[in-house]
Structure formats: C-alpha cells, structure tokens
Nanobody, 124 residues
Framework: QVQLVDSGGGLVQAGGSLRLSCAASGRTTSSAYMGWFRQAPGKEREFVAAINRSGGSTSYADSVKGRFTISRDNVKNTVYLQMNSLKPEDTAVYYC?????????????????WGQGTQVTVSS
C-alpha cells in the first residue's frame, strides 16, 4: 500500500503561482510513476502531468504545457507540481496519484493510489 498526502492548494489571482506537494509513504516501490490530475465541478477527472521514477521522463496535458512543471524528490518521497501563469480555468481539486509498472500513462483508471485532493482556486 502507498499513502499519498496532497498539500499546497489555495486561492490565487490569475497570473499567479502555486506549488503543490504530494508526500508518499508506505510501499513507495509501488509508486514508479506519479501523476497529478484535477477535477472541476461537474466535470470528469482529467490528467495534468506525470513523471517516472527517475524524473527523467515527464508528460503534460496540452492545457498546462509551458506553465506547469512536475518534479520529484525520491529522498523525501515527494512529488511537486509548480503551477505558474495560473488561469481561472485551472480552478479544480488537484489529486496526486501513483502507480507501479513500466509505462507512462495519462489514464485515470490506471493509477492505483490517490491522495485526498487539494483545492486550487484562481480568481479573475
């Protein structure tokens, strides 16, 4: 089992920045791939970014490319999402997720472990 705790959300004005953190504990060998997803009210959960174990491979949704950066610190078992140039449409609950395996994936159903979510609200 892997336990994930998300943090770092908040209220920010458009154009501002936030950094989300996700601390993993437990059987962290099962968290080869880590990802961030988000869910806005009335919408399905969607992929935001993912990173492999070494940090050498990342993937981003088109909507956040160039604005968001995912990174990880394997010593601290923590994954980060640096969000810059935030827009009102980035408003959502952001979830950290983890999965084992050898293939990068952006699909919600293929992630095994989930954090509790952290609210990000961007005002215009």
């Amino acid at each position: 089992q892997v336990q994930l705790v998300d943090s770092g959300g908040g209220l920010v004005q458009a154009g501002g920045s936030l950094r989300l953190s996700c601390a993993a504990s437990g059987r962290t060998t099962s968290s080869a791939y880590m990802g961030w997803f988000r869910q806005a009210p009335g919408k399905e959960r969607e992929f935001v970014a993912a990173i492999n174990r070494s940090g050498g491979s990342t993937s981003y949704a088109d909507s956040v490319k160039g604005r968001f950066t995912i990174s990880r610190d394997n010593v601290k078992n923590t994954v980060y999402l640096q969000m810059n140039s935030l827009k009102p449409e980035d408003t959502a609950v952001y979830y950290c997720a983890a999965r084992a395996g050898v293939i990068m994936t952006t699909t919600v159903a293929q992630y095994t472990y989930w954090g509790q979510g952290t609210q990000v609200t961007v005002s215009s």
